[in-house]
Structure formats: C-alpha cells, structure tokens
C-alpha cells in the first residue's frame, strides 16, 4: 500500500524525495571537500619529504633550546634567553653532510632571488637549484605539463607563468641568455604541514609566489647568492635526542615519523594519536549538528507533504480499520512511505554530493591549488544519510498516527472538522517562558555593566543568555504556531472571502500548514540572527572595507633613507614623473595625482653595523581634555622616571579603564576596533602636497581646509588628538631609556595611549575634519609646516586617480610595465575570494532564508491545491471567478511567509541587535539591511501562490 500511495501521487514523492536528496546532497559534497581538504599525516610526509626521510636546514638556535619537532622555525627553552644569548650559528651545507650517517643517500636543493624578463617586464622570483627530477622527490615537486627537460632548459610553477605570460615551448630570459621552458611543475611544501585549507583549494586565496627550477650545473645556478639550503636525506632516521643534539649544531631538521605521528617533547607537546581524535570527534560532532538543524528543517516541510498523503488516504485506511486492521498496521503504511521515500533520497544524495565532490577536486588540480587527496568521511556521510532517512520516516509518521487513530465511521464521513481550537500547548509555553526570561537576565546584565571591567565579567552570561533565549523561544513558537493559527481564524470574519476561505484552509490542514510555517521560523530566525552576528564581524574585521573598489591607487615610490639620510625630494620628483609618463604610455593615465610621504624624527644609530639605521618618530598625542587618557598625562624620560613610577601609572591606568565607561573604552580601542579614536597609539603625520590632501580627503576636501593647509595647519581626522584651542601635540617616543633598553620596562600602549616616556614635544595648528572614515589617514601635514622640526621624510609614496576600477589583468599588465621603474601599484583592485565571501555572507544567509519561505510558500500552495481541488470545484460550481481563486492562493502563501518571516526576524534579529547595542552603545544600522530585506518575501510570495493557482478546474465524470 505505501509503494502504491507513492505510485499514485507521483508529485508529491517527487517533492519529498527533493526535499531530502538535494540538502543530504549538498552536505555530502561539503564534508567530503573539508575532509579532502585536510591533508592526512601521510600525505603531509610526501608533500614536504617527497620520499625521503629526513630534511635538514641550517637554522640559528640559541644555545640550550630545542626545536618543535616538526616546526625547525620555532624553538623554545627552559632558559630565559636574552638577545645577548649565545647561538649555535647557521650550518653550512659541507657541516650537514658530514653529519649524515654512512650509508644514508642526499640531494641538495638551495634557492636564491633572480630578476627575469617575461612578456610584460621584470619579475622578482625565487630560483630553486637541485635536482628536482628525482623520483625520490615525487610528491613534493610534481610535473603539471611539459617535461623535465635538459641540462640548460628551465621550469616554472604556476605562478611564474602567469607572471610572465609564458607557457611550455617559450624562452625565457636571465640575464644575457636565452632558455627553454620545458615544463611547468608544483612545489607541494608551500601548502605547510597543517590544514591547507578549503579555500585556497578552491582557488578563493592569492598567495601567488612565482618560482624558477634548474639543475645544479645550470648556467643560471653559477652566481645564486643562496638564501635557502636544504639537504633531504634518505636511509637515515633520528629521535628527538638526535634532533636536538643537530639543534646544538644549528642544524634544523623535518623527520617523516615525526610528522606522521608528532612526538610529545619535554616542551612540545606534539599533536598525539588521541589528540587528533578528539580534532576528528569535534568535527564530526559539528557536522551532525548542522545535518540535525538541516534535516529538522526538511522534516518540517516533508511532514507538512506526507500529511496532504495521508488525508487522500483517509478512506481508504477507514475501510482497513473497519475490517479489523490495527492502528499500529495503518501508522506502518506511512512509516514505509517515508522509508522508501527516504531510502531512495540519500542514496541519490549522497551518490550525487560524491560525485560532485570528486569533480571539484579533479577541476581544483587543473586550475586551482589542488586538494591534499580524496578523502571521503564515510562516518559522517552516513550519520547524515541516517538523519536525512529518520527526517522522512518521523515526517511520515505522525500524520500517519493522527489518521490511523480516527475512528472507521468518522473516516468515512465528510471531513468531520471539531470548531474546537487546538489543546493548549503548554510545553511550548513553557519554552516561551524560559526563553523570554533568558532574555531579560541577559538584558539586565547587559544594561547593569555600566563599567568596562563589570561588562567583561559578564560578557559570556549576556552572549550565553541570548543565545539560549534564541533556541527556546524560537522551539516554543514552532509549538504554539497552531495556537496562533487558531486566533488568527477566529478573526476571519473580519476579512473579505478570499481571504477567509485561506483562514479557513490552514485552521482545517494545521498538519500541513503548521509544519511549514514552524519551519520558515526556524530559518529565518537562524538566517537573521547569523547574517547580523557575521556582518557585524566581518566590519570589525575591516573585511567591507576591504572589498570596497576605489580609483585611487597607491604606488611605492622611493625609501631614500637607507643610509639615515633624508628623502631625496628631487630625485623623488623625477621619480613621480617617469612613473606617470609610463603610465600614460601604458594607456592608464592618472587623472590627478599627488606625493606624499611618512613624517618620522630622525636615525638613531642601528645596533648592528649590518642592519639599517633605526627611525625615531614623531607620534600625534592625545589632547590633555580626551577621556582616553583616563587621567593619565604623558611622561618625558628627562625627568627620568623609576620603574616604580612607570609601573604605578601602568596600574592606575588599568584600573581606571577597568572602572571607567565602557563605550568609553570602545571608543579609545581599549579592546577591539576603536569608534573614535584610532586603531594604533603611534601615529604618524602623513606628510603631502595639496593634490595628495585632495585625493586622501575626497568629497570631504574644501578650499577652506586647502587653504588651512598651505597655511601650515594640521589636517586632522580624529578628533581625541586635537585640543579645544584647535592645536595638535607630536611627541618623540624614547626607546633609548635605559629602562626601555634593558628590557626592564616594555611601555605597554592602552588604546591610543602612548606608554612609552617622550624625548621631547611640538605643537601645530590644527582644522578638525569628522569623515567618519577609519581608512582615511588620521593626520596630514604639508611639508613646510614640518620645517624646523628636527624631523626628516621617511619615503616617498604617488597617489594616482584613474578614474575607474581597475580589474586584476590591468593592474598585472601595468605593474609589467612599470617594473622597469622598481614601482609597484597597489590598491583595492580585486579582494580576494574570501574578503569577498565573508563580506557577502549575510546576504547571502538573507538569500537562503527567503528562497527557503518561497519554497515553503510555493510548496504549501501547491499541496493546498492539490488537497483542495473538491472545494475548488465547489467554488467553481457557485460561480466563483478565476481572480477569487488566485487571491485565495496569494492570501495562503502570503500568510505562510508573513507569519514565519516575521516571527523569524523577531527571534534571531531581535536579540542580536540587543546583544550588539549592549556591547557596542549603539549598533550601524547598514547591517540589517540584508534583514530589512526579507520584509520584501511575504509580497514576493503571494504573487507566487496567485500564479500558481490555474484558471481552469478539471471536473470529475461522475458515474450515474
């Protein structure tokens, strides 16, 4: 009987079987690319040994420390070292072989910096020496095309091709001579020993790092200064003794056990056998819980669809009953509807989510980063596939229980609808109740934090108690809908036919409308509640702003200063003006353009005779009145403070910021992104011309403030730095006190407040400028109004407007043609995949939830067409016209979509809003556009429950 209901309503299995198979589908296909996309400790072996055993590197270790066993750049002691510790210097190549025991194989690979000569210009790339051809390095070096070629040809990897345009057969160009490309070959090791990502498999990330192969006798390899030299060894293995005992040596080592499975050391703590089981258990844990909310979901809406089967079988289960059949017999002839239905569904799913899954990795090898392997979680496939079959079988079966529990006589009357409302649902009063209370403990913790220390105290009660408020109170509406449902048609009288027919309809098929209202709820509220708590995030984490496209690009021009000099101004204009003309010839002409350059105090003596002098700099200070300072005034190191002294200030400092206002200490960057302050407490002035104040200002420029400039006053975007006489103090940090310089005192900033004691001071003329901008510069100075100061240029930067948005060929094809000129552009010209992404997410949630109530609306329409059509009939016979219909079906989807978008944005924006006002004050109101958004779903729906409502009713030929 359940194979032939499924027969006979071939819509509605099809429907249901959708419902299961394309969200399981979707699931497989994301778990498997996860799990492909983390490399097992095998194939982390291969991609950094290849088939060797041992890689060893020359690396400085300070004597007495140890490196992490699988991590040669890390290193740790039971000492406390100092930079004054003794080292055990860099092994040289000769030092690491004679280290290797007798017997044991090696290949050495070394790799330096070249400059080559593509298609388009210069490119700075790595050249990597060794013989990379041999097998045993399979796994780490891996030939895309091409062949490996001979003694004078090259490889290059990816990057380097598309760097410089040259592919299998071209000729590449180092220096006076000419080379052929042979093949074009990836190096492995770059993914890291860790997780390489889903995103950068996919392609969503740039790390784009061109590389040239040759063989150890190339031409090209005669004069490499060697940055990088590593000698990979094979019938040779060492413990952790041996390991250190190399350490001593300054030699660091990658071993194939230790990778395989990590050692736990005296002071590493290596990644375990049980450790990785518990990464793999909170995985799958993670997994199983969004397979339940998806799958509670599609239950909902599958349910909502067996209960339309079930009512059609009414009479049929009545005749069954009436000859003796159990309850329990009719409830199975729904449950093996579900059964099979579901049955058929996961195993389409899943086949499918692997088929698709196994496609991406095949494309991602081709054109993309390439996946680590094919993995296939084959537990937590099917754990899914065992939530997607229970979802069909649990949705088939409570309409089936409700059905098989009538009595025969009533089964075979009319419909034999009770005007009683629903039984009081008082669990899911109950839910409601301890929801609602959740939320208003929290809110009261919430707005009683009047301090930054009290908020922090309660910072996880407030977030915990929204959050659970969200769970229960969206479970206790998904149980009260019914009730709700019911009041709504006991005011029908009150609306025109149309829509009390609609009324009418739902409170008579509340097993199918309230599963798929429950179920819009339960999406909208999490769609909502995520889109704000993700928008919110990715604007801290400066995600939407840098995904904005701007015209204005920056260009490096010239340092100048590596010897402690001054910049160079004239030859820095020459500089600027060969960079514009280039670009002019390259067809990107800069429609303005203006210099600008960093302000800092001058070169102090550099601690070693190799390194760069050090830069002292002028930072802006806080005006005396700011409330950031918290009472604080700064300290000059002439009047040569203790430590005591420095530490009691650091101490009532904290307990002010502790004590004070918490939107006070959000406003200063006391803790996260500041709102009014800045970001950094040394900040600089950014010293430029008025054509570079015109561009950095935008549509905030005036030719007050360009006269203000010229006149030698301060433009200054931030308004803590400015006092209330219209003046700007910059201070010289004194990291020569000898406290500061012995490593007694560190001079912790506090928000943008320096701790660091001053040199000496200066003050400026200042024009305030609120932009509300965080990337505009904070502080802009012409360079005259610097004269006399002691302070020097520091570099050179070109800002140039295009006058449009350049994609990431032209920028590639410019920067060809300005290598020549050692210049570079930057700017916000492409973000990447995953700026990109995590800036649309919320929209994208926002899309999901609304394409989920139209689906629910167009479902529960269709279905309520297909149970109706006797009463469509009916309407029909009495003169109904084709419009009345059609409204009733625009009221029915209409309603669905109103009542469960409103209470889901009710449930997740609500509390999240709240939550954010808490912590912030006050909340961007832009991010709840992608929610206002959905109040654009429940028209959007009725129009699709009018159209799908037909013009023509088929009648039924009756017999006699």
Known sequence: MALRDIRANKSTSALIFSLIALPLMVLVLVVTLIDSSVPTPEENATRQLGKFDLQLIGHDYPVGSVQDPNEPGRSASREDLSDDSASSGIADIPTILKALDSGASSSIITSGYVEIQGSGGTVRTDLTVGEVSDPR?????????????????????????????????????????????????KNSSGMGLRLSGLFQSLGLTSYGSPVLFVAPGHPAAQDLEVDYSSVFVEGMTIDLDRQAAFNAMGIGSYVRSFIIDPPASEMWAGSTSDEAKAELLVRFLSIFIIGFFIFLEVGLLSGAAFAVGAKKQRRSFALLSANGAEAKTIQWIGAYSGLFLGGMAVLAGSAFGLLGAWGITVWSELNAGGFPGWHVPWLAIASLMLLG????????LIPARRVGRNAALNALRAEGHSAAGPKGPVFGYVLLGLGLACWATALYLGISATTYGLLNDRTTLIVGGFVAGIVLCTVGLMLTIGRILWAIGGLGHRFPLASRLALRDIQRNRSRTVPAIAAVIAGTALATSLALAIGYSTANGGYQVSTKSSSIYDLYLMSGNEDGAPLNRQAADQHASDVLAQME??????????????????????????????????????????????GQDDIYSKTNPS???????????????????????????????????????????????????????????TPALGAAFERGQAIVTVPEFV????RISFGMPDLDFPLIKNNEYFGGNTGVLLGVPLKRSFELDAVEVLTGDRQMPPIMVSEAAMNGTGGI?????????????????EVMALNKDLAALDVRMNGATKSTGVETLLTNLPWVLSIGAGALVLTTAAMTTGLALADGR?????????????????????????????????????LGAMPVSLLIIIMEGSMDPRLLLPVVALLAIPPAAALIGWALVPRTVPADRMAG
């Open 793 to 809: 240029i520091a570099d050179s930067r070109l800002l140039v407007d295009l006058g449009r948005v350049l994609n990431a060929d």
């Open 643 to 701: 430590l005591a002294v420095l530490e009691a200030r650091d101490d009532s400092l904290a307990r002010n910021v502790r004590d004070g206002d918490r939107f006070t200490a959000r406003h200063c960057g006391i803790y996260g992104e500041p709102r009014g302050a800045w970001d950094q407490s040394e900040i600089n002035a950014q010293i430029t011309d008025v054509a570079g104040l015109k561009l950095m200002l935008g549509k905030h420029y």
């Open 723 to 726: 006092t209330d006489q219209q």
């Open 137 to 185: 390095f399979a796994g780490r070096y891996i030939l895309e095309s091409g062949d490996w070629g001979g003694p004078d040809s090259v490889l290059i990897n990816h990057d380097l091709s598309q760097a410089t345009g040259l592919g299998v057969g071209d000729t590449l160009r180092l220096g006076d001579s000419d080379y052929p490309v042979s093949g074009i070959m």
């Open 389 to 396: 079959l229970a979802s069909a079988v649990v949705a088939a």
């Open 870 to 906: 006797r009463d469509a009939r009916v309407m029909v016979g009495v003169g109904a016209e084709p419009r009345t219909r059609r409204r009733f079906g625009a009221v029915q989807a209409g309603l669905t979509a109103l009542l469960g978008t409103t209470l889901g944005i009710v």
């Open 585 to 630: 010839r390259s067809g990107y002409p800069a429609q303005a353009s203006g210099q600008y350059g960093q302000f800092i105090a001058g070169y102090r003596k550099a601690a070693d005779e190799d390194q760069w002098p050090v830069a002292d700099s002028w930072v802006a200070l806080l005006a005396p009145a700011s409330a950031c300072r918290y």
